[in-house]
């Protein structure tokens, strides 16, 4: 079982509305990562981190920012929400030495 | 920039049959090789990676995988698909001077029973 935890699994919420999708895990992991991933398409890399205080933007153009005040914690925020948003959002982590990340469930918004 | 291609969107077998799904990459250097699977309602998890050493790697659940360097692949195998690898398969690659893994648009595979 993935020890990286994402909330809310699912949320539907108004445009202009500001959201924070949270990210943790409990595994120590100093690389941390927000992918997107809409239906039957490929994992946009949107924003990375190499450790506490260190924030990078991804392949994919995103509104959306992070932080990493903490080396457990890795939340995304949307400070107005809009529908073009709307799709899934995985967080994953990975040790020091590079190998395979693990992911979290996901959260799949929905901007009406 | 790296990219990732996974040829086969869908795919569907009947249980007992061989499975073969492609997966090219683009990058000429230095190269980690993952593929990941997709359960329904589950999270992304790994099932096999490769780094260095023997080309051929065993993953879990039965499935292994080829890097061929000469072709840029590294293509996903089982001898014989059960029911329960109804999932996606998604191919990913990073490479020595990226940070992050690039992924393929993943393949979704249908077993019949």
């Known amino acids: 079982e993935a020890d990286i935890y994402q909330t809310p699994r699912y949320l539907v919420i108004g445009t202009g509305k500001k959201i924070t999708l949270e990210c943790s895990q409990t595994?120590?992991?100093?690389?941390m990562y927000w992918y997107q991933q809409d239906p039957g398409m490929e994992l946009h890399l949107i924003h990375y981190?190499?450790?506490?205080?260190?924030?990078e933007k991804g392949d994919l153009s995103s509104e959306s920012t992070v932080s990493r005040i903490r080396t457990e914690h890795f939340p995304l925020t949307l400070e107005s929400a809009r529908p073009s948003h709307t799709s899934q959002y995985l967080c994953a982590s990975t040790e020091a030495g590079g190998g395979g990340y693990t992911f979290g469930s996901g959260t799949r918004l929905t901007v009406v | 920039a790296q990219s990732v291609s996974q040829h086969n969107h869908h795919v569907i077998l009947s249980e007992a049959a061989s499975l073969e799904l492609g997966c090219n990459y683009s990058y000429g250097g230095t190269v980690n090789l993952f593929w990941y699977v997709q359960y329904p309602g589950q999270h992304l998890q790994l099932l096999l990676k490769?780094?260095?050493?023997?080309?051929l790697v065993k993953g879990i659940k039965g499935f292994e995988a080829e890097f061929i360097k000469s072709k840029f692949s590294f293509n996903l195998r089982k001898p014989s698909v059960q029911w329960s690898d109804t999932a996606e398969y998604f191919c990913a690659v990073r490479d020595t001077g990226r940070r992050a893994l690039t992924f393929g648009s993943g393949t979704r595979l249908q077993v019949q029973p």
């Open positions: 981190s190499y450790g506490v205080n260190s924030t």
């Open positions: 595994m120590g992991h100093d690389k």
């Open positions: 490769y780094f260095s050493g023997d080309p």
